[in-house]
């Protein structure tokens, strides 16, 4: 057992070591219970992934709340303790969803919301089982204010490995949705296109991510997690996730970090612009990540991005301490490859997490530039986008958060009739793009979740 102190109170923190288990089946006899949260990471340097439930508190920020940043974050993190070394990066707090409207509260741009989904929805959980893939076992980690709370917790955690994974509950020869349908219609999506072509001519702005949507619902043996499940056998990546939340579900395999804050303050954000699809033989796929890499209209559309994330951490950061260490570097996944960029900084001397997110949501990446004039042009062409395309976190009490941007995500709402989704895919759009090569990206970016929903699982 570990003890913590900060000034002003005491602060307890178990570890428990336990043996090798998947994430995925730890996580499934408690699939179906409101809370219950996996966090995923997957794939070339992927290590860490979290499994909670049962938070001490849940807070929702809605349509009648008036909170105009991230305080309410803050008030539930509680004071900043110190970090012990021998934890994991996440040794329990708080988890949270912002939806993509949350940027309303922060710039006051009129945004319609979803009815489906609140604001802000935050989680605190005490007790989490931390996966350590690179060591290949798993870490029972419980907080509290003393040493006997921390203990309480931790076993806690470690008593959910014992719960055996349910049965099957859906045929996995058959598909887990009745079909997958545009609600977006390719002309109009080309037409929005079009339109954000010539408002970039009339020097509106330079670029603004614009998405189309899937609808669908599933088949009644099939549930949120199954999709899930077939997700992490199809598409493996660093920022899945599965929430299951009373009468909702969120299933996430995203690529991408949105920011991440170290216990020494150190930023780093990751932003994608830039796609091209994986080819059918290693000659074609070749060809197309050479392609990616030589374009001059892929690269100048994450450069765009880059300065843009660079303007924003730098209002929390330390004067000249903002940098882009690496751009354009390639990531490939079973679908697409990537241009990736990474901007880095140092959290200025005062600030915290609640100010990182303040200064950052929603991410450029999938906003575009100027980012305001860019959100306002989104709103004329989309519905409200819900969770897609907002954020997934975890913030520790150390003072550690990170977080995804939820692209390649769906939302599933309960209704009489079955688990309804929705599911979007954006491109970037600027002065050179084609609007039929950009609705293409959008298939293509969207097609590992139409096939975990269309395709059999065999």
Known sequence: MISLADAEETFGLERRILPWRDPVSVLAPFADEPYAVLLLSRGPGARWSYFARRPTRVETVGPDDRDRDFTRL?????????????????????????????????????????????????????????????ARRI????????AACAKTAARRAADWMTRSPPPE???????????????????????????????????????????????????????????????????????CAYWRLPGRALVSHSPERFVSLSVRGEVETRPIKGTRARGADAVQ?????????????????????VDL?????????????????????????PSVHHLVSTVTGTLAPGCDAADLLGATFPPG??????????????????????????????????GALDSSVLIRTAGFVETPGGWQFRACAGAGIVADSDPVA?????????????????????
């Open 285 to 305: 796929d070749n060809r197309m990540r050479a392609e990616l890499i030589a374009s001059d209209k892929d690269r100048a559309e994450n450069l765009m991005i």
């Open 365 to 398: 990446s999938i906003t575009g530039a100027p980012k305001i004039q860019a959100m306002r042009v989104i709103a004329r062409h989309e519905p409200p986008r819900g969770p897609w395309c907002g954020s997934l976190f975890w913030a520790g009490a150390d």
């Open 139 to 146: 870490i029972a980690v419980g907080r509290g204010h003393d």
């Open 169 to 239: 509950r859906y045929r996995v020869d058959q598909p887990t949705a009745h079909g997958f349908a545009r609600a977006t219609a390719a002309d109009a999506y080309e037409a929005s296109v079009a339109d954000v072509i010539a408002r970039i001519a009339a020097g509106e702005i330079f670029q603004a991510n614009i998405a189309a949507a899937w609808t669908g619902i599933l088949t009644a043996d099939a549930s949120p997690f199954a999709v899930f499940e077939r997700l992490q056998a199809q598409s493996p990546a660093p920022h």
């Open 74 to 134: 803050r008030r539930l993190l509680g004071r900043r303790v110190a970090h012990d070394d021998d934890a994991p990066p996440f040794p329990g707090g708080v988890i949270g969803l912002i939806a993509y409207e949350f940027a309303d509260r922060l710039e006051s741009l009129g945004l319609p919301r979803d009815p489906d989904w609140p604001d802000l929805i935050l989680a605190d959980y005490p007790a989490v089982l931390a996966f350590d893939h690179r």
């Open 309 to 333: 994330m660079r303007n924003d951490i730098s209002r929390v950061c330390a004067p000249g301490t903002v940098k882009a260490p690496s751009l354009f570097a390639v990531e490939s996944y």
């Open 438 to 458: 950009e609705r293409r990206e959008t298939e293509v970016k969207v097609s590992g979740l139409a096939r975990a929903l269309t395709e059999s699982g065999q």
